[in-house]
């Protein structure tokens, strides 16, 4: 028994460990199409957010929360809106502190009204 001992508790220890958190991918306008793919099987959600934002930074933990009761059933972006200047002083070091496990992306593109109905056709309706 005493030489499987160090053997289970390399197994307990990888068994309790926390995944590791994302780290933010910068992507421009051009790579929001192929963000917003047709996935038939999955759900996909999508999510603006920056860390200076403190509504969209309470909002996180619903979103995880998602992702860790569905799974593979359903496909978490958090798209960062960011400075990308700030990606390794901002945003990973918030992404680790927060332990994200979603899908993140820093768009590095300032202007909301071209980048927001590539993602919803729709969402400017209410505003026309």
Known sequence: MKKYFPFILLLIITAC?????????VIGIED????????PEKI??????????????????????????????IDVILISLDDVENLETKV?????????????????????AEYIPMVDTHWMEPFL
């Open 92 to 112: 990973n070091p918030f992404l680790e502190k927060h332990n994200i496990q979603s899908q993140v992306k820093l768009l590095d593109y300032p202007y909301a």
């Open 32 to 39: 929001i199409a192929s963000l917003t793919g047709d996935y």
């Open 17 to 25: 460990s926390k995944p590791e958190p994302q780290k933010a991918v």
């Open 44 to 73: 996909q959600v999508i999510n603006f957010w920056a860390t200076w934002c403190k509504p969209c930074v309470d909002e996180l933990p619903a979103f995880e929360k998602l992702k860790a009761t569905y799974g593979d059933q």
